[in-house]
């Protein structure tokens, strides 16, 4: 990352994981080998993703914790205080990486100007956005802090390659929520095919396109099998023509809230 730290190329996600189901589904991910867990305020689990992280008896060093602040949060005054609230509820010092969840219209700049503070002050080792898309990140193309990160929905039927080009122009990681399309898109033909040539679900595919886009991908689950399945795909790799098979899907499927209308 360009804040001079690195960040594991997968991680799990844990939205819509709440209580004792956050607790277990961050356990066996550390158990089977994760090293990166995403949550945020409005999830309503970091208390059970501080508590999964220090149960495991893993040096808190060596796993990369990301939480963000949410809109009701941003301002100011009141993301630096959301910061607290967070570390609070997870139990440390610090964060690994700090997000902007969404870029509300209103805030967000004065909310970007409490993010260079809490990086300053080591609340976090590295600061970044969510759901930014080019008109948002050219607000911030002179700040004094860039982006570590910007973390948006991506996968083979939603590539906003606008945002991708200039995240990579300004040097920002690239982060991909919901790389299996919520499930939506498990039987795809084009997808199934593929996956069938290696050897691997349809997920592991998903999982292992965006790897080598160099992306990095966070896909989500409280299951046992599946979070160990959405791990297992470093030991095979798709051809170039694959890749551009897959890239061939592009549709501007959206899953999830569509940012570009947050202007």
């Given at each position: 990352?360009?804040?001079?730290?690195?960040?594991?190329?997968?991680?799990?996600?844990?939205?819509?994981?709440?209580?004792?189901?956050?607790?277990?589904?961050?356990?066996?991910?550390?158990?089977?080998?994760?090293?990166?867990?995403?949550?945020?305020?409005?999830?309503?689990?970091?208390?059970?993703v501080?508590?999964?992280?220090?149960?495991?008896?893993?040096?808190r060093?060596?796993?990369?914790?990301?939480?963000?602040?949410?809109?009701?949060?941003?301002?100011?005054?009141?993301?630096?205080?959301?910061?607290?609230?967070?570390?609070?509820?997870?139990g440390?010092?610090?964060?690994?990486?700090?997000?902007?969840?969404?870029p509300?219209?209103?805030?967000?700049?004065?909310?970007?100007?409490?993010?260079?503070?809490?990086?300053?002050?080591?609340?976090?080792r590295?600061?970044?956005?969510?759901?930014?898309?080019?008109?948002?990140?050219?607000?911030?193309?002179?700040?004094?802090?860039?982006p570590?990160?910007?973390q948006f929905?991506?996968?083979?039927?939603l590539?906003?390659r606008?945002?991708?080009?200039?995240?990579?122009?300004?040097?920002?990681?690239?982060?991909?929520?919901?790389?299996?399309?919520?499930?939506?898109?498990?039987?795809d033909?084009?997808?199934?095919?593929?996956?069938?040539?290696?050897?691997?679900?349809?997920?592991?595919?998903?999982?292992?396109?965006?790897?080598?886009?160099?992306?990095?991908?966070?896909p989500?689950?409280g299951?046992?099998?599946?979070?160990g399945?959405?791990?297992?795909?470093?030991?095979?790799?798709?051809?170039?023509?694959?890749?551009?098979t897959?890239?061939g899907?592009?549709?501007?499927?959206?899953?999830?809230?569509?940012?570009?209308?947050?202007?």
């Open positions: 990352m360009n804040h001079g730290s690195s960040i594991p190329i997968l991680g799990i996600g844990t939205w819509q994981l709440q209580g004792r189901r956050a607790y277990e589904a961050v356990r066996h991910a550390l158990k089977v080998g994760y090293r990166h867990i995403d949550t945020a305020s409005m999830y309503g689990n970091e208390s059970e501080g508590e999964a992280i220090r149960a495991s008896g893993i040096p060093d060596d796993i990369f914790v990301t939480t963000k602040v949410w809109n009701d949060e941003q301002g100011y005054d009141a993301a630096l205080r959301a910061c607290d609230a967070s570390l609070k509820r997870l440390f010092t610090s964060v690994d990486l700090y997000l902007i969840h969404w509300v219209r209103t805030k967000r700049k004065e909310t970007w100007r409490a993010m260079a503070r809490v990086l300053k002050e080591g609340k976090a590295a600061v970044g956005v969510s759901n930014y898309m080019v008109a948002h990140l050219e607000e911030l193309a002179g700040s004094a802090v860039t570590a990160v910007n929905e991506l996968h083979p039927w590539q906003p606008d945002v991708i080009e200039r995240c990579r122009q300004m040097k920002i990681v690239v982060e991909a929520y919901s790389p299996l399309a919520r499930g939506r898109k498990m039987k033909k084009t997808v199934a095919e593929i996956a069938a040539k290696h050897g691997k679900t349809s997920a592991q595919v998903l999982i292992r396109w965006g790897l080598q886009r160099e992306f990095v991908e966070i989500k689950s299951d046992p099998a599946r979070i399945e959405n791990a297992d795909v470093f030991d095979f790799a798709l051809t170039a023509t694959e890749m551009k897959l890239e899907l592009d549709e501007q499927y959206h899953v999830t809230w569509d940012p570009t209308r947050e202007a």
